[in-house]
């Protein structure tokens, strides 16, 4: 597979070429450099000698291109470079070095206003568009102030590593939380459906007792009733008993009158 390394400078052509860039991040595809080294030939040939290092105690100043360099390096290390296959062939895209100046900051402002509105971002409570967005900005912002001042740069991306940190662990925390919630809701769920059934099997009990109860209660009437009509019986047979044996005690108390009365004449 052909490698080819083009340069893109308009940010709009890489907005087409790459699918799901960062929209706010300015980036150019730029060609990668490299060295060929020259190995010691058969007959004992070496390559060109290394100057020596100057004598004096002092540092050479450092070059525009070195320093182009090291910032080059990096970008690359905060905003690592991209890489994709796209027709049988391979694009690199690294961020861009080029300077900011104030309009390309007011141009980013408008952009990420633009981009807030187009993906209808909310104002207020969590969005993910909103943090995505942001989080872009911030990139870029560091990306500028790292081409003015490697060192201002790293301290930016310590914060904003710091930052995601932060939120990783308020999101970890929060997914712990709902994760909770959730067992407590399935178990207070299910400890209901139990207390439900426990209720019925409870009503289900009552309701047996109660026709228990009211069995026994109407038992108890008949046997109340069926007792009275006895005792009534009984106590009106004692009482034709008693009638009869008073009337009998009476015809014999005057025949035993009538006995005695002659014999005392």
């Given at each position: 597979?052909?490698?080819?390394?083009c340069?893109i400078?308009?940010l709009m052509m890489?907005?087409?070429?790459?699918?799901?860039?960062?929209?706010?991040l300015r980036?150019?595809?730029?060609p990668l450099?490299?060295?060929?080294?020259?190995n010691?030939n058969?007959n004992?040939?070496?390559t060109?000698?290394i100057?020596p290092?100057?004598r004096?105690g002092k540092?050479p100043?450092?070059?525009?291109d070195?320093n182009?360099n090291?910032?080059?390096e990096?970008l690359?290390a905060?905003?690592?470079p991209?890489e994709?296959?796209?027709s049988g062939?391979?694009?690199i895209?690294?961020?861009?070095s080029t300077?900011?100046t104030?309009?390309?900051?007011?141009?980013?402002?408008?952009q990420?206003?633009m981009?807030l509105q187009?993906?209808?971002?909310r104002?207020t409570?969590?969005?993910?568009?909103?943090r995505?967005?942001y989080?872009q900005?911030?990139d870029e912002?560091i990306?500028?102030v790292?081409?003015?001042?490697?060192?201002r740069?790293?301290?930016?991306?310590?914060?904003?590593?710091e930052i995601r940190?932060t939120?990783?662990?308020?999101?970890?925390l929060y997914?712990?939380?709902?994760?909770f919630g959730?067992?407590?809701a399935l178990?207070?769920e299910?400890?209901?459906?139990?207390?439900?059934?426990?209720?019925?099997?409870?009503?289900?009990?009552k309701?047996?007792l109660?026709?228990q109860?009211?069995?026994?209660?109407?038992?108890?009437?008949?046997i109340?009733k069926?007792e009275?009509?006895?005792?009534?019986?009984?106590?009106?047979k004692h009482?034709?008993?008693?009638?009869?044996l008073k009337?009998?005690?009476?015809?014999?108390k005057?025949q035993?009158?009538?006995?005695i009365?002659?014999?005392?004449?």
């Open positions: 597979m052909d490698i080819l390394i340069r400078k308009s890489i907005v087409l070429a790459v699918p799901e860039t960062k929209l706010l980036e150019e595809a730029r450099k490299t060295t060929q080294q020259t010691a058969a004992g040939g070496s060109s000698p100057p290092a100057p004096s540092l100043p450092m070059s525009s070195l182009k090291q910032t080059e990096i690359n905060i905003l690592p991209r994709w296959a796209e062939q391979l694009w895209q690294q961020v861009s300077p900011a104030r309009l390309d900051v007011v141009n980013l402002q408008e990420l206003d981009r187009q993906r209808q971002a104002e409570g969590i969005c993910p568009v909103r995505e967005l989080s900005c911030f912002l990306r500028q790292t081409i003015n001042c490697a060192e740069g790293l301290l930016l991306l310590r914060v904003r590593d940190m939120i990783a662990a308020y999101q970890t997914e712990s939380s709902v994760a959730m067992r407590k178990q207070a299910q400890g209901k459906s139990d207390m439900e059934k426990k209720i019925e099997e409870l009503e289900d009990d309701r047996d109660e026709r109860v009211n069995e026994l209660k109407a038992k108890c009437e008949a109340e069926r009275a009509e006895r005792r009534a019986i009984e106590e009106k009482a034709e008993e008693l009638q009869f009337r009998a005690n009476q015809q014999l005057t035993l009158e009538g006995i009365a002659p014999a005392k004449k």
